[in-house]
């Protein structure tokens, strides 16, 4: 693999969970541009790393690892204040969990799920809490707080 395509995997990697990060930063989480960054990055590298070892089984391992492993950086950012009903921090862990598997598809160049998942990524962020709001007013379900 040459230097420009190990550029290209990480850098990619590394910017599609800033982008996430951005995202959340904007809506005031805790979880943001350099937090997202890093797991796209650290995702990626950990499969290009296994990718260079030779074993075809060590990359489908790692990519094993990685999703498992996440869910602990995400279940951090998952709150429920004492006496509250109300969960906070799902949406940020998706998209730290999300972020992984963004760094997996930059580490095994499939640019092509990269872009399409990115777009409909930002389809849910963007769009998401609007159609929400909408269909709570059409259930006559109260408001979120």
Same mark, same amino acid.
């Given at each position: 693999?040459?230097?420009?395509?190990?550029?290209?995997?990480?850098?990619? !990697? =590394?910017?599609? /969970?800033?982008?996430?990060?951005?995202? &959340?930063?904007?809506? %005031?989480?805790? @979880? #943001?541009?350099?937090? +997202?960054?890093?797991?796209?990055?650290?995702?990626?590298?950990?499969?290009?790393? !296994? =990718?260079?070892? /030779?074993?075809?089984?060590?990359?489908? &391992?790692?990519?094993? %690892?990685?999703? @498992? #492993?996440?869910?602990? +950086?995400?279940?951090?950012?998952?709150?429920?204040?004492?006496?509250?009903?109300?969960?906070?921090?799902?949406?940020?862990?998706?998209?730290?969990?999300?972020?992984?598997?963004?760094?997996?598809?930059?580490?095994?160049?499939?640019?092509?799920?990269?872009?399409?998942?990115?777009?409909?990524?930002?389809?849910?962020?963007?769009?998401?809490?609007?159609?929400?709001?909408?269909?709570?007013?059409?259930?006559?379900?109260?408001?979120?707080?």
């Amino acid at each position: 693999m040459s230097t420009v395509e190990i550029v290209v995997r990480l850098g990619l !990697a =590394t910017l599609v /969970g800033a982008a996430l990060g951005l995202n &959340r930063e904007l809506h %005031g989480k805790a @979880t #943001g541009v350099r937090t +997202l960054g890093l797991v796209g990055l650290g995702a990626a590298l950990a499969v290009m790393a !296994a =990718t260079a070892t /030779g074993d075809i089984a060590a990359p489908s &391992r790692v990519m094993q %690892g990685i999703v @498992t #492993g996440i869910g602990f +950086l995400g279940a951090g950012v998952i709150l429920r204040p004492a006496g509250g009903d109300r969960v906070r921090g799902l949406t940020t862990a998706a998209c730290t969990w999300l972020t992984a598997a963004f760094g997996i598809a930059c580490a095994v160049s499939e640019w092509r799920f990269v872009l399409v998942s990115l777009v409909l990524a930002f389809a849910v962020l963007v769009l998401g809490g609007p159609a929400e709001k909408i269909l709570r007013r059409w259930l006559g379900e109260p408001p979120e707080p």
